[in-house]
C-alpha cells in the first residue's frame, strides 16, 4: 500500500519533508507617517495598527526590530493635499522627514523602502495628474520621478510606485541614475490589480478617490495574460522586484509570474486580507494566529519571494516558532 501518512508522523518528519520554507528576512512591514508631533494613533479600520509622526518613527521601528523584522515600507499622510500632490516631493514632507528620521537613528540596521504615488497627497485622490476626470499618464511621470528622487535624497534604499502609469519605471529610473543613485533598486508595483480589499487602506491613508475609481489605471482582476504582459514592460524598463497585489485572491497571478520572470517576486498582503482575517478571529469564527500561518504559507508556496503584510511582526515570531516555514 502506498502510504503517505509515514512521512506525517510526528513534527520532526513533517518538517524535514517541508516543501515550503519560510525566513524573517523576506518580511516587509508597511508604517504610515502622518504629519505633526508626538502622534500615535490607532487605525480603528486596521486594528493593531498605527500612523506615527516622524518624530516618533523610533518606537515603531525599534518595535520591529524586536521581531527581527528589518524591512519597511513608509506610507505619508501630509497635513495639506493640493491639485498636484506637492507635499509628496516636498523636501520637508512627511515621508521625506520620517526617513532622516530612521536614518539618522539606524543607517544600515533597517532597510527602507517608500511608497512612490500621488494619491495621499492629491486633493481628489487619484494616483495621478488630472486633465478633467482623467489621469493625465505623461504629465504625471515627471511628478513621480520627482517624489522617488526626493525620497532617496532623504535616504530612502528602495523606492516602489505604486500609481500603475505606464512608462514609471523607466521614468524613476532615469532620474534616479541622472542624480547619480545607479545603486537604488525600484520595486515595481507591477501588478497591481483594481481591488475592492483596498478599503481598510484608504481609510488609514485617507486617499480615497473623491470621483471615480481607479479602473482607467489599475488592472481589471479578470486578467492573467495582460498581469504578465504589465511586468514584462516594468522589467524592460529597469524594475529590480516585480510585486503583485492583492496577495490571497491573486495566488494564480504570483504563480504564473514565477514561471515569466527572473525578477524577486513581492507580493502585498493588503490591508482587507489583514482586517478579514483580524475581524473574524476576533468574532470566534477562525483561529486567527491558524489562519494567518496558513494564507502566508500560500503566498510563499504560490512562488512569492518577500511577503509585504501588517502581519509582519506576528509572521516573524511564528517563524521562529517553527509554526510557519
Ligand atoms: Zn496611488
Known amino acids: 500500500m502506498n502510504r503517505g501518512r509515514r512521512l506525517r508522523t510526528n513534527p520532526l518528519i513533517r518538517g524535514m519533508v517541508r516543501e515550503t520554507r519560510a525566513s524573517r528576512d523576506s518580511l516587509i512591514y508597511p508604517i504610515f507617517f502622518e504629519e505633526g508631533n ?20 523610533k518606537e515603531a521601528i525599534d518595535d520591529c526590530l524586536s521581531h527581527g523584522v528589518n524591512k519597511v515600507l513608509l506610507f505619508g499622510i501630509p497635513k495639506e493635499k493640493d491639485s498636484v500632490g506637492s507635499q509628496a516631493y516636498a523636501e520637508n514632507g512627511v515621508v521625506q522627514q520620517a526617513i532622516r528620521e530612521i536614518k539618522k537613528e539606524y543607517k544600515d540596521e533597517i532597510y527602507v523602502i517608500t511608497d512612490v504615488c500621488m494619491c495621499e497627497y492629491t486633493s481628489h485622490g487619484h494616483c495621478g495628474i488630472l486633465n478633467g476626470n482623467q489621469v493625465n499618464n505623461d504629465e504625471t511621470l515627471k511628478y513621480l520621478s520627482d517624489i522617488a528622487l526626493s525620497h532617496v535624497k532623504a535616504g530612502a534604499d528602495m523606492v516602489a510606485p505604486s500609481d500603475m502609469m505606464d512608462g514609471r519605471i523607466a521614468a524613476i529610473r532615469e532620474k534616479l541614475d541622472g542624480a547619480g543613485f545607479i545603486n537604488t ?39 492573467m495574460r495582460e498581469a504578465i504582459k504589465e511586468a514584462n514592460f516594468d522589467e524592460e524598463e529597469g524594475a529590480d522586484i516585480l510585486m503583485v497585489k492583492p496577495a490571497l485572491a491573486f495566488l494564480d497571478v504570483i504563480r504564473e509570474l514565477s514561471y515569466n520572470t527572473n525578477l524577486p517576486i513581492a507580493t502585498y498582503s493588503v490591508s482587507g486580507e489583514y482586517a478579514m482575517i483580524k475581524n473574524a478571529g476576533k468574532q470566534g469564527l477562525i483561529n486567527e494566529y491558524g489562519v494567518m500561518c496558513e494564507t502566508t504559507t500560500s503566498m510563499l508556496r504560490a512562488g512569492a519571494d518577500i511577503l509585504i503584510t501588517y502581519y509582519a511582526k506576528e509572521i516573524a515570531d511564528a517563524i521562529l516558532r517553527g509554526d510557519i516555514g
Do not use: T
Not at 197 to 219: H, L, T, W
Open 38 to 57: 508626538n502622534i500615535k494613533a490607532h487605525i480603528d479600520s486596521l486594528e493593531g495598527q498605527y500612523r506615527y509622526s516622524p518624530d516618533r518613527a
Open 185 to 223: 533598486p525600484i520595486m515595481s508595483y507591477a501588478i497591481k490589480y483594481a481591488s475592492s480589499f483596498y478599503g481598510p487602506f484608504r481609510d488609514a491613508a485617507g486617499s480615497a478617490p473623491s470621483f471615480g475609481d481607479r479602473k482607467a489605471y489599475q488592472m481589471d482582476f479578470g486578467n
